[in-house]
Every structure is written in C-alpha cells, then in structure tokens.
C-alpha cells in the first residue's frame, strides 16, 4: 500500500529513514522465471542438484534478481508525494552485492532518503540508499545508491 505526503513534506525528506518492509521469500520458481526471462541459466540458479556441490549448499537469486525485486518492495515503505503523475527509475550511482540469496530466504529492505532536488517544476530526482537484509544473516544481500525520479 502507497503511503502519500505532501510535495514539501517529500522536498524535505532527506535523511528519513523507510522500513524495514515485511519478509518477502525468494522461491526456486521465481529464480527459475528470471533465469527464463534474461536467459542466464547458470547452473548456481536453476540446477539444485550441482548446485549442492557449491559453498552455498544450494540454488542461490542472481544478484540481478534480488536487485529487480526492489521496484515491488520498496515502493511498499516509500511514500510519494499527493497526486503523482508518475516515476521512472533514473539509475544506480552505487551498487554492490554483499551477500547471496539463498533459495527460500526470505529479503526485505530498509530506504534511507540521501537527498531530494526538484530539477525542473514537476521533476523531483531522489537518491536513496537501498539495503537488502536477508533474515537471520549478518551482512545484507545488497546495498545500493538508487534514484528515481518523480513527475508531480
């Protein structure tokens, strides 16, 4: 469910903190659909039996995955500003990928706003820093510098 804030409450809300959202869990299935749908087949992904043989133990997400699975879960605990018109995703400045996915783990993100500029009347760029937490692991399955931009 979309949170919504005023355009000078969002102009106003670097540094605040989102989430963390709730638990979402990375099944063999939804690997298996990325792995068809950018056609990277890689044994580590899609075949649990050599997978096994692996440090990981088992089939893990393509990093690409778990990054693409953002655009479901952040909007989750980012609110917008009223009366969006709509936003596009406008790039990474930073991204790393600190820690594999393993199939079923379960993920969810924290967003920490880093700045907000209104680029042009009705074109708000964000930056946010983005981490993916996987339960009962120390180090996060990613960190990145995301920025979105929104047309109110």
Aim: aromatic fraction near 8%.
């Amino acid at each position: 469910m979309t949170n919504f804030i005023t355009k000078e409450e969002f102009l106003n809300s670097a540094g605040t903190v989102y989430g963390p959202g709730e638990w979402f869990k990375v099944t063999q299935e939804r690997i298996n659909q990325f792995a068809d749908a950018t056609d990277d087949h890689q044994f580590i992904h899609v075949d649990p039996e050599a997978a096994k043989e692996t440090p990981f133990g088992g089939t893990i997400a393509h990093g690409f995955l778990t990054l693409s699975l953002l655009a479901h879960l952040v909007p989750q605990i980012s609110p917008k500003p009223e009366n969006p018109k709509m936003g596009v995703n406008y790039g990474m400045n930073k991204l790393r990928f600190l820690n594999p996915v393993k199939v079923d783990s379960e993920i969810r993100v924290t967003s920490k706003v880093l700045e907000v500029v209104e680029k042009k009347p009705g074109q708000i760029l964000t930056t946010s820093e983005i981490t993916v937490e996987i339960k009962d692991e120390k180090v996060p399955a990613l960190i990145c510098e995301w920025l979105g931009m929104t047309f109110v």
